[in-house]
């Protein structure tokens, strides 16, 4: 009988360990994440546009040391990899695609020197065009007031500024006042390159001129000039 029952509380006891809870384990830790502070307007101005020695989102701890994210096209292509330790991330602006959005996707997680996933690498987006310049000249006599501007943008065919064929639109600005007014929009001359525009007043303003953009050139402004 004895024999019987301890058998019997060996077998209660080892249903109730089969049956019972699990014990509760921690969740996994999560890790800091990284992003890529790349601006969403990248321009290019130079044979050699580059964004050097970027530093990784102020959330992204300093152990990181290995990094790499994709630039894909629109189309899903791959056009290259960037990457590096938190503090010295190179982008060059020249190898991205022009005038469309290019997704920097993560390529795995940041790694620490040991080859450790010490950190979670985030997406960005961007936008690369042609840088744009313009130029405002004006001169006032009695009433009539001219002014002259001249737009260029960076060509990469040529590797420098060329001239730039679109409309350009003047602006004038009361002296003291903060508010821009527009006068009015004028494409350039074809033989000088020159767009102008006339007005009549006697009085001193503040004027500039603005080209907008492109699928492939950002806009700018000239700088301002008191006629």
Known sequence: MRYRSLTAALAVLAAGVLT??????????????????????????SPSSYIYSLKLGSGCPKTV??????????????????????????IW??????????????????????????????PATSTTKCAAAIGLTGVRKGTKTTLSARATYYATKTNAFARHHGRVLFQKRDVGSTTWTDLGWAY??????????VITTNRARDYRVYVPSSQTVWYAYSATKRV
């Open 20 to 45: 019972g809870q699990a014990p509760a384990t921690a969740a996994p830790q999560a890790l800091p994440k990284c992003s890529l502070p790349v601006p969403a307007k990248l321009t290019i101005n």
């Open 65 to 90: 040391q290995d990094t790499n994210w994709w630039a894909v096209r629109p189309d899903g292509r791959y056009n290259y990899g960037v990457g590096g330790p938190w503090d010295s991330v190179t």
């Open 93 to 122: 602006v020249n190898k991205t695609p022009i005038g469309v959005t290019t997704r920097w996707t993560p390529d795995g997680y940041g790694r620490d020197s040991a080859g450790r996933n010490v950190a979670t690498l985030l």
């Open 188 to 197: 350039p001359n074809s033989k000088t390159g020159a767009a102008s525009f």
